[in-house]
């Protein structure tokens, strides 16, 4: 092997566990890092969890369906991540999917923590959404009213669809505002491109 290989790999394998540190901090647990970050054993991932959290990963398999995501503020919640990540995709050259998912999160949390509000959607339940949109379980509908895209079944018709923020639940007040300005943030960044 030359220097210029054993260099090449081990900067590889920094780079790798940048990586899974980077989904650790944001909530990934192990599912999400042995599908992203392959070229690390489980072993290492998991003491890489060990490091970060101080504490063992949770066992067990992620009990999520496709339907936690079409409930209301959920739905919300997922649709402005999932407005972020679809605009990063389009029209950021050469980013993986990592990058896509830790980018797109970490704009949804930082929008949604200055608004003072609690986030309904950890990293895992992000990555999952993406399993969905990309498996054609999910996918993004426009509102007919607002005009503004959200996380619908891929089967549901849409040329009926009408949004949380637009026929909100009764008890929604305050959510609501909060909301509209995410919505309207997400596309005001797609717009700015
Ligand atoms: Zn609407």
């Known amino acids: ?25 944001l909530g990934a647990r192990m599912q999400v890092l042995e599908s992203e970050i392959p070229k690390l054993s489980r072993e290492r991932l998991i003491r890489l969890y060990r490091e970060v959290k101080g504490a063992s990963p949770p066992k067990g398999m992620l009990p999520f369906s496709e339907d936690w995501y079409l409930t209301w503020a959920p739905n919300i919640h997922t649709s402005m991540f999932a407005n972020v990540y679809a605009f990063l995709e389009t029209y950021s050259d050469g980013l993986d999917r990592v990058d896509l998912l830790t980018r ?14 609690l986030l309904q959607m950890d990293l895992t339940r992000a990555w999952t959404f993406i399993r969905f949109r990309d498996a054609g379980i999910l996918r993004l509908a426009g509102c007919t009213r607002c005009r503004g895209k ?25 959510t609501k505002a909060a909301a509209k300005a995410a919505l309207e943030r997400s596309v005001a960044l797609a717009q700015a491109a």
């Open 1 to 25: 092997m030359t220097t210029t290989t054993a260099s090449k790999s081990l900067a590889d394998e920094a780079a790798q566990v940048m990586r899974a540190v980077t989904l650790i901090k």
């Open 104 to 117: 797109a999160y970490g704009l949804y949390a930082e929008h949604f923590q200055v608004q003072g509000e």
């Open 150 to 174: 959200f996380v619908a079944h891929a089967h549901e018709p849409s040329h009926s669809m009408v949004c949380g923020i637009c026929r909100p639940p009764s008890r929604a007040g305050k």
